[in-house]
């Protein structure tokens, strides 16, 4: 885990170090990014960080479907949590289990696994049953016989929290929830954005170099086992008293 603050710097005297971020506004020529750059800087460092919460699990969450008989698509929003009290939504027609105090984030990248409500891992995906569910979209889920359980427990991919920066902000208490192993990857990518964006893209070739280098290290990751993902799993219906 490292802070925005140190992630910035480390890039002004490596990745950046031949340029001048002021220069990224009129009249501005600091040698450390200008504050007013810093939601341009964090833009490209939220798409680098889904770039990396999509190739690896680095967060693995969990919510929980109240199933009806009358519905077999179920679509992973938080149109349809409990705890929504904004949501167009119903409350009946609303299926998403969850509580204020620990409400469904809206972050689905991938549906991993889904459990019923004895803990037994159900079939995804697969054409040759008839109670596999599917998942047509990355949030979306077709449950062919909603009746055959009662709640199911969908584990996903989670997205990361995103990054919002004003100029009152303190970089060192913003926190990137990325691993030290994939901090380089992330720098990488962050500069193969900002070498494209530049004025009359004259640093192409650069940003393809540094996005050949972000896909060198995320290979170099994976071949040599450097990021052990989470666990899966049946984990709280016991704790909920859905068992």
Request: hydrophobic fraction near 35%; avoid cysteine; aromatic fraction near 12%.
């Amino acid at each position: 885990m490292i802070t925005l603050h140190d992630l910035l710097s480390n890039m002004t005297y490596g990745e950046f170090s031949q340029l001048s971020l002021g220069n990224f506004l009129p009249d501005e020529h600091e040698n450390e990014p200008n504050p007013k750059s810093y939601k341009q800087l964090t833009s490209h460092v939220n798409l680098g960080l889904t770039a990396l919460y999509s190739e690896f699990v680095l967060v693995l969450e969990e919510i929980y479907i109240q199933l009806d008989e009358a519905i077999t698509t179920y679509v992973l929003s938080f149109d349809y949590a409990v705890s929504n009290t904004a949501s167009p939504i119903d409350l009946a027609d609303r299926y998403i289990v969850d509580t204020a105090e620990i409400p469904f984030n809206d972050n689905v990248l991938k549906v991993e696994e889904i459990y019923d409500d004895f803990g037994n891992r159900l079939f995804t995906n697969d054409d040759t049953e008839d109670l596999s569910i599917m998942t047509p979209t990355y949030r979306t889920l077709q449950v062919p016989w909603p009746n055959a359980w009662n709640v199911i427990a969908v584990q996903y991919r989670a997205n990361h929290k995103r990054v919002s920066v004003t100029s009152a902000t303190d970089l060192t208490s913003i926190e990137i929830f990325v691993p030290p192993q994939l901090e380089e990857a992330l720098m990488f990518y962050v500069a193969s954005r900002v070498f494209a964006s530049l004025p009359g893209n004259a640093d192409s070739s650069e940003s393809n170099d540094y996005f050949r280098k972000y896909q060198s290290k995320i290979q170099e990751v994976r071949h040599q086992g450097l990021y052990t993902q989470p666990e899966s799993g049946s984990w709280r219906f016991g704790d909920n008293g859905w068992v």
